[in-house]
Protein backbone atom coordinates (compact mmCIF):
# COMPACT_ATOMS: atom_id res chain seq x y z
CA UNK A 1 0.00 0.00 0.00
CA UNK A 2 3.11 2.35 0.81
CA UNK A 3 4.58 1.89 -2.37
CA UNK A 4 1.40 1.86 -4.42
CA UNK A 5 1.14 5.66 -2.63
CA UNK A 6 4.62 6.46 -3.50
CA UNK A 7 3.79 5.25 -7.04
CA UNK A 8 1.01 7.86 -7.44
CA UNK A 9 2.72 10.69 -5.69
CA UNK A 10 5.56 10.37 -8.50
CA UNK A 11 2.76 9.94 -11.56
CA UNK A 12 1.44 13.23 -9.85
CA UNK A 13 4.64 15.15 -9.61
CA UNK A 14 5.33 14.27 -12.73
CA UNK A 15 2.46 15.11 -14.48
CA UNK A 16 3.17 18.74 -12.22
CA UNK A 17 6.28 19.11 -13.75
CA UNK A 18 5.60 18.53 -17.23
CA UNK A 19 2.63 20.94 -17.14
CA UNK A 20 4.38 23.53 -15.92
CA UNK A 21 7.57 22.93 -18.64
CA UNK A 22 8.07 25.90 -20.56
CA UNK A 23 7.02 24.82 -24.15
CA UNK A 24 5.55 26.47 -26.54
CA UNK A 25 4.92 25.51 -30.53
CA UNK A 26 4.62 27.22 -33.60
CA UNK A 27 1.75 27.33 -36.85
CA UNK A 28 3.68 29.03 -39.25
CA UNK A 29 2.91 29.72 -42.97
CA UNK A 30 5.48 30.34 -46.25
CA UNK A 31 3.84 32.59 -49.15
CA UNK A 32 5.09 34.70 -51.68
CA UNK A 33 5.04 38.22 -52.13
CA UNK A 34 1.63 38.27 -53.97
CA UNK A 35 -0.22 35.77 -50.89
CA UNK A 36 0.09 32.43 -52.79
CA UNK A 37 1.00 29.78 -50.38
CA UNK A 38 4.83 28.09 -51.02
CA UNK A 39 5.04 24.43 -50.82
CA UNK A 40 8.50 22.60 -49.90
CA UNK A 41 9.72 25.53 -48.18
CA UNK A 42 12.67 23.73 -45.73
CA UNK A 43 12.23 26.13 -43.14
CA UNK A 44 15.23 26.14 -40.68
CA UNK A 45 14.32 27.43 -37.23
CA UNK A 46 17.38 28.12 -34.46
CA UNK A 47 17.37 29.34 -30.76
CA UNK A 48 19.14 32.09 -29.66
CA UNK A 49 20.92 31.26 -26.57
CA UNK A 50 22.41 33.29 -24.03
CA UNK A 51 26.70 32.44 -24.52
CA UNK A 52 29.12 32.56 -21.97
CA UNK A 53 32.79 32.74 -21.97
CA UNK A 54 35.55 34.21 -24.44
CA UNK A 55 34.53 35.22 -27.60
CA UNK A 56 36.75 33.00 -29.24
CA UNK A 57 35.38 29.76 -27.06
CA UNK A 58 32.18 31.19 -26.40
CA UNK A 59 29.15 28.32 -25.24
CA UNK A 60 25.57 27.86 -24.28
CA UNK A 61 25.13 28.81 -20.63
CA UNK A 62 24.46 26.19 -18.27
CA UNK A 63 21.04 25.29 -18.14
CA UNK A 64 20.70 27.39 -21.71
CA UNK A 65 18.17 25.17 -24.50
CA UNK A 66 19.68 25.19 -27.80
CA UNK A 67 17.33 24.61 -30.16
CA UNK A 68 18.54 23.91 -34.44
CA UNK A 69 16.29 21.97 -36.67
CA UNK A 70 14.04 22.52 -39.98
CA UNK A 71 10.77 21.18 -41.22
CA UNK A 72 9.02 21.55 -44.86
CA UNK A 73 6.18 23.48 -45.71
CA UNK A 74 2.73 21.69 -46.84
CA UNK A 75 1.12 22.31 -50.13
CA UNK A 76 -0.99 25.32 -48.14
CA UNK A 77 2.72 26.46 -47.16
CA UNK A 78 2.10 25.76 -43.27
CA UNK A 79 4.90 24.38 -40.99
CA UNK A 80 4.45 23.68 -37.37
CA UNK A 81 6.57 22.75 -34.69
CA UNK A 82 6.03 21.70 -31.07
CA UNK A 83 7.81 21.44 -27.50
CA UNK A 84 9.89 24.57 -28.27
CA UNK A 85 11.71 26.05 -24.84
CA UNK A 86 10.61 29.25 -25.02
CA UNK A 87 12.77 31.90 -26.49
CA UNK A 88 13.49 33.99 -29.36
CA UNK A 89 13.98 31.71 -32.80
CA UNK A 90 15.64 32.67 -36.36
CA UNK A 91 13.70 31.33 -38.86
CA UNK A 92 15.21 30.94 -42.52
CA UNK A 93 13.80 29.58 -45.50
CA UNK A 94 14.78 27.85 -48.92
CA UNK A 95 13.00 26.39 -51.33
CA UNK A 96 14.43 24.20 -53.63
CA UNK A 97 12.20 24.07 -56.56
CA UNK A 98 12.11 27.76 -56.90
CA UNK A 99 14.19 31.06 -57.07
CA UNK A 100 12.66 32.57 -53.85
CA UNK A 101 15.03 34.34 -51.67
CA UNK A 102 16.26 33.31 -47.72
CA UNK A 103 15.37 36.11 -46.19
CA UNK A 104 18.45 35.00 -43.92
CA UNK A 105 20.94 35.71 -46.90
CA UNK A 106 19.23 38.36 -48.80
CA UNK A 107 17.45 40.86 -45.84
CA UNK A 108 17.23 40.72 -42.48
CA UNK A 109 16.24 37.51 -40.34
CA UNK A 110 12.61 37.27 -38.95
CA UNK A 111 12.70 36.27 -35.44
CA UNK A 112 9.70 34.44 -33.54
CA UNK A 113 8.80 34.68 -30.04
CA UNK A 114 8.00 31.39 -28.81
CA UNK A 115 5.91 31.66 -24.98
CA UNK A 116 5.47 29.28 -22.43
CA UNK A 117 2.00 27.11 -23.19
CA UNK A 118 1.02 29.38 -26.19
CA UNK A 119 1.54 28.97 -30.44
CA UNK A 120 3.18 31.69 -32.37
CA UNK A 121 1.60 32.13 -36.02
CA UNK A 122 4.54 33.58 -37.82
CA UNK A 123 3.78 34.31 -41.81
CA UNK A 124 6.98 34.51 -43.71
CA UNK A 125 6.57 36.00 -46.77
CA UNK A 126 9.19 35.49 -49.11
CA UNK A 127 10.75 37.61 -52.65
CA UNK A 128 10.88 35.73 -55.72
CA UNK A 129 14.56 36.36 -57.54
CA UNK A 130 15.19 33.78 -59.90
CA UNK A 131 17.86 31.23 -60.70
CA UNK A 132 21.70 31.95 -61.35
CA UNK A 133 23.26 28.67 -63.02
CA UNK A 134 26.82 28.14 -64.04
CA UNK A 135 27.59 25.23 -66.12
CA UNK A 136 31.40 24.09 -66.02
CA UNK A 137 32.82 22.16 -68.55
CA UNK A 138 35.09 19.74 -67.46
CA UNK A 139 35.58 17.23 -70.81
CA UNK A 140 39.47 16.36 -69.60
CA UNK A 141 38.01 15.33 -66.13
CA UNK A 142 40.84 18.10 -64.36
CA UNK A 143 38.93 18.80 -61.55
CA UNK A 144 39.09 16.11 -58.53
CA UNK A 145 35.56 14.38 -57.37
CA UNK A 146 33.10 16.31 -55.03
CA UNK A 147 34.01 15.51 -51.86
CA UNK A 148 31.46 15.70 -49.36
CA UNK A 149 33.98 16.29 -46.10
CA UNK A 150 33.64 19.28 -44.30
CA UNK A 151 37.20 19.28 -43.39
CA UNK A 152 38.52 19.55 -46.88
CA UNK A 153 38.05 22.83 -48.71
CA UNK A 154 36.39 22.43 -51.83
CA UNK A 155 38.32 22.26 -54.95
CA UNK A 156 36.04 24.63 -56.82
CA UNK A 157 33.93 27.66 -55.27
CA UNK A 158 31.50 29.36 -57.39
CA UNK A 159 29.45 32.12 -55.82
CA UNK A 160 27.85 35.66 -55.55
CA UNK A 161 29.40 38.98 -54.04
CA UNK A 162 27.22 41.96 -53.43
CA UNK A 163 26.53 44.86 -51.24
CA UNK A 164 29.78 45.92 -49.47
CA UNK A 165 31.62 42.72 -50.11
CA UNK A 166 29.03 39.54 -49.01
CA UNK A 167 29.98 36.28 -50.46
CA UNK A 168 27.11 33.83 -50.50
CA UNK A 169 28.37 30.19 -52.50
CA UNK A 170 26.41 28.19 -55.04
CA UNK A 171 25.53 24.41 -54.21
CA UNK A 172 26.47 21.90 -56.67
CA UNK A 173 23.41 20.22 -58.27
CA UNK A 174 24.84 17.53 -60.42
CA UNK A 175 28.34 16.37 -60.89
CA UNK A 176 28.98 13.77 -64.01
CA UNK A 177 31.89 13.17 -66.32
CA UNK A 178 32.23 15.94 -68.27
CA UNK A 179 31.76 18.59 -65.79
CA UNK A 180 29.36 20.44 -63.07
CA UNK A 181 26.38 22.29 -62.65
CA UNK A 182 25.82 25.17 -59.81
CA UNK A 183 22.57 26.39 -58.54
CA UNK A 184 21.80 29.19 -56.03
CA UNK A 185 18.76 31.38 -55.96
CA UNK A 186 19.50 35.66 -56.54
CA UNK A 187 17.52 39.13 -56.37
CA UNK A 188 17.08 40.28 -59.89
CA UNK A 189 18.02 43.78 -60.66
CA UNK A 190 20.51 43.98 -58.30
CA UNK A 191 24.57 44.69 -59.01
CA UNK A 192 26.39 41.08 -58.43
CA UNK A 193 28.95 39.64 -59.21
CA UNK A 194 30.17 36.37 -60.21
CA UNK A 195 33.50 35.07 -57.58
CA UNK A 196 35.48 32.17 -59.16
CA UNK A 197 37.66 30.44 -57.13
CA UNK A 198 40.11 27.42 -57.32
CA UNK A 199 43.47 25.83 -56.49
CA UNK A 200 42.97 22.54 -59.25
CA UNK A 201 42.72 23.97 -62.52
CA UNK A 202 42.52 26.89 -64.65
CA UNK A 203 38.96 28.39 -66.37
CA UNK A 204 38.22 30.00 -69.47
CA UNK A 205 34.93 31.71 -70.05
CA UNK A 206 32.05 30.88 -72.77
CA UNK A 207 34.06 32.98 -75.41
CA UNK A 208 37.78 31.16 -74.54
CA UNK A 209 39.09 34.16 -72.19
CA UNK A 210 40.82 33.19 -69.28
CA UNK A 211 38.90 33.54 -66.30
CA UNK A 212 40.83 34.71 -62.76
CA UNK A 213 40.61 32.00 -60.81
CA UNK A 214 42.15 33.46 -57.55
CA UNK A 215 38.85 34.78 -56.27
CA UNK A 216 37.56 36.92 -60.00
CA UNK A 217 34.71 38.76 -59.71
CA UNK A 218 32.50 39.17 -62.85
CA UNK A 219 29.86 41.58 -62.74
CA UNK A 220 26.52 41.26 -64.25
CA UNK A 221 22.79 41.78 -63.09
CA UNK A 222 19.68 39.49 -63.58
CA UNK A 223 17.06 40.49 -65.08
CA UNK A 224 13.36 39.11 -63.53
CA UNK A 225 11.37 36.65 -64.93
CA UNK A 226 14.66 35.00 -66.59
CA UNK A 227 17.64 32.94 -65.03
CA UNK A 228 21.34 34.20 -65.39
CA UNK A 229 23.33 31.52 -66.96
CA UNK A 230 27.21 31.33 -67.18
CA UNK A 231 29.05 28.72 -68.75
CA UNK A 232 32.84 28.44 -67.66
CA UNK A 233 35.18 25.64 -69.30
CA UNK A 234 38.43 23.69 -67.38
CA UNK A 235 41.59 24.92 -69.54
CA UNK A 236 43.92 23.27 -67.79
CA UNK A 237 45.73 22.44 -64.02
CA UNK A 238 46.22 25.44 -61.86
CA UNK A 239 50.31 25.82 -61.87
CA UNK A 240 50.20 26.11 -58.52
CA UNK A 241 47.69 22.55 -57.35
CA UNK A 242 48.16 20.90 -54.52
Known sequence: MKSLKILSSTILLTACVLAQAPFGAMQGSVTAEDGAPVA??????SRITRL?????????APGEAVVRSSISSDTNGAFAASNLPAGEYVLCAEVPSGPYLNPCKWSSSPKATIAAGAVHRPALALKRGVFLKVRVNDPRGLLPPVKNDPSRAPNLILGVVFGSGAFLAAATTRADQSGRDYQMSIPAGVPLKLWVFSRHVTLTDAMGLPVDNSGGRIPFQAVAGRDQVFTLNVSGRDPQSP
Do not use: D, E, N
Open 40 to 45: GAVVSY
Open 52 to 60: VGPAAQARP
